[in-house]
């Protein structure tokens, strides 16, 4: 069975946001998950925090984004954030944002 990548309302917004040549790169990382399934898939495309969560590795002319996900029951992907990344480490504060979006996709 094929994995599938979903991108919560949330992220969707936040992915709209970036430049188009980070959109791309969300998507050509997004079909490596889905072809070849999250545990094939690893850096420089994808690194984990802790936990459940995961991040893309997004790269464009106009910099570097992140978008955290987990992987939920069903063999699917669920993006949660998505930010441009302007420090050498994941901000804190975007883990427990992230952390919080998933609480509320899990009760929901």
């Known amino acids: 069975m094929r994995w599938?990548?979903?991108?919560?309302a949330a992220a969707e917004r936040e992915l709209r946001d970036l430049a188009p040549d980070i959109q791309a790169s969300f998507q050509h990382v997004a079909e490596l998950l889905q072809d070849l399934g999250p545990h094939r898939v690893g850096m420089p495309h994808v690194r984990h925090l802790g936990g459940k969560l995961w991040e893309m590795r997004l790269r464009g002319r106009g910099g570097i984004a992140r978008a955290i996900y987990f992987a939920a029951t069903g063999q699917r992907l669920i993006v949660l954030r998505v930010f441009v990344k302007k420090?050498?480490?994941?901000?804190?504060?975007e883990l427990q944002l992230a952390a919080r979006r998933m609480k509320e996709f899990d009760n929901g």
């Open 4 to 8: 599938t990548v979903e991108v919560t």
């Open 87 to 93: 420090t050498q480490q994941t901000p804190y504060r």
